[in-house]
C-alpha cells in the first residue's frame, strides 16, 4: 500500500477555484492508478475523477466534466485536482486513493486513502 496525504481544501465562493493535492509514499507510485472522491454529509462517498500511472489517462464525473481537472507528477509522487467554476453542492470531504493496475471509477477498488480535506463552497 501507499501513504496519501491530501492538502488544499478550504473555503471558497461559488464560482471559484481550489487546488487539491496529494503526496503519496511508500511504493512505486507509477504502478498505481490515482482517483478523487467526495463525500458529502449524508451521502455516500462518490466519484470524481481518475487517472492511471503514466497520467495519460482520465476520466471524470459527468457532474465534474468541462470543471475539474486531474493531473499527477511521477518525479514528485503527487496527484492534484484542479478545481474551477466551483458550486454549493461540490461542497465535500475530498478524499485521494490509490489502486495498483488501471483507472476505476468505484470505490470498492481502491487500496489506500488519504484522510481527507475539506472543501466548502457557499452561494
Known amino acids: 500500500q501507499v501513504q496519501l496525504v491530501e492538502s488544499g481544501g478550504g473555503l471558497v465562493q461559488a464560482g471559484g477555484s481550489l487546488r487539491l493535492s496529494c503526496a503519496a509514499s511508500?511504493?512505486?507510485?507509477?504502478?498505481?492508478?490515482m482517483g478523487w472522491f467526495r463525500q458529502a454529509p449524508g451521502k455516500e462517498r462518490e466519484f470524481v475523477a481518475t487517472i492511471s500511472g503514466s497520467g495519460g489517462f482520465t476520466r471524470y464525473a459527468d457532474s465534474v466534466k468541462g470543471r475539474f481537472t486531474i493531473s499527477r507528477d511521477n518525479a514528485k509522487n503527487t496527484v492534484s485536482l484542479q478545481m474551477n467554476s466551483l458550486k454549493p453542492e461540490d461542497t465535500a470531504v475530498y478524499s485521494c486513493a490509490a489502486r495498483s493496475g488501471t483507472r476505476s471509477i468505484r470505490v470498492d477498488d481502491y487500496e489506500s486513502w488519504g484522510q481527507g480535506t475539506q472543501v466548502t463552497v457557499s452561494s
Open positions: 511508500g511504493r512505486t507510485f507509477t504502478n498505481y492508478a
